[in-house]
């Protein structure tokens, strides 16, 4: 079961990383949120917890360095966000 809450600590990286969009330069951590990530996956904990950020049903992704794989699947089902050809993904992950 993993620890980080879907709502409030969600909203608390998506408030922080408004606020770094809007005062370039300024650096924000999400490291208390992002050790809460109990998923066993080939990502770093801390773009994970971006991703559950900004990835949901409505937006697509595209992962450049691989074509079909559990990674991508994985995200996939976590996020509900579907995997797209590059010129056509929302959000590119590199």
Not at 24 to 52: A, R, W, Y
């Amino acid at each position: 079961m993993m620890d980080l809450d879907m709502t409030h600590d969600i909203q608390r990286v998506y408030r922080k990383l408004l606020t770094c969009m809007s005062r370039p330069g300024l650096i924000e951590n999400i490291s208390s949120e992002s050790q809460k990530v109990d998923i066993t996956i080939d990502m770093i904990k801390h773009l994970l917890t971006i991703l559950f950020t900004v990835l949901d049903g409505e937006v697509t992704f595209h992962l450049p360095a691989l074509k079909d794989s559990e990674l991508i699947k994985k995200i996939n089902h976590l996020t509900y966000a579907k995997n797209a050809i590059l010129q056509q993904a929302d959000y590119i992950i590199v």
